[in-house]
């Protein structure tokens, strides 16, 4: 990889970002395919809107995230922390699973914030699934049913994951960066 990435994922309390709350968010810092730093954290938006059937997939509960969940100014002021750390400067390009899911929710998350979200992140994104479908498409690796779920993706390469007690942002987001890892190794023999 010639720059670092940084590998998100969240929990959320549905799947529309402009109504369902950011319930957890997890950072992976990827360089050169190593994992240098990870963070996760349980975000307690101000009202915190989330489906039943959201919280039994990640096993989260509103008691649990309004005890131990820090608002969106805290998470994003962590999150800014870790990139300076790591001398992310500039546009950050973002990598995950579906990633586009996870960058609605994490503009919902700077817009909370007061944060400056386009400022600090590329347009462009590294997204998994489309990645490991154009791998296919090349015949370098074949998904049974088609399927470039991370799930899907994790039994293929190899790469532990754990649903035993609900998706969990951290483990998600660290699996998808060994995946990716896996497939930029495909690319580069």
């Not at 402009?18 to 349980?42: K, P, R, W």
């Not at 700077?110 to 997204?127: H, I, K």
């Not at 790469?159 to 495909?186: C, F, N, W, Y």
Request: net charge negative.
């Amino acid at each position: 990889m010639k720059r670092k990435l940084l590998v998100i994922d969240c929990e959320t309390g549905g799947l529309d970002p402009q109504m369902h709350s950011i319930l957890s968010f997890a950072a992976v810092v990827v360089n050169a395919g190593a994992i240098e730093d990870m963070m996760h954290l349980l975000i307690a938006e101000p009202e915190i809107i989330a489906e039943p059937e959201a919280l039994r997939v990640n096993g989260l509960s509103v008691e649990q995230l309004k005890v131990a969940g820090v608002t969106p100014a805290q998470a994003v002021w962590a999150l800014e922390n870790m990139l300076r750390q790591h001398d992310m400067r500039g546009r950050v390009t973002l990598a995950g699973c579906n990633v586009a899911f996870d960058v609605g929710f994490m503009k919902r998350l700077y817009r909370l914030a007061n944060g400056d979200f386009s400022g600090r992140f590329s347009r462009r994104t590294l997204d998994v699934q489309t990645g490991a479908l154009l791998l296919e498409q090349a015949g370098r690796i074949s998904l049974p049913g088609g399927s470039a779920s991370l799930d899907s993706l994790c039994d293929h390469f190899g790469v532990p994951l754990d649903r035993g007690a609900g998706h969990s942002a951290l483990e998600d987001a660290e699996a998808t960066a060994q995946v990716l890892h896996k497939m930029l190794i495909l690319l580069n023999p």
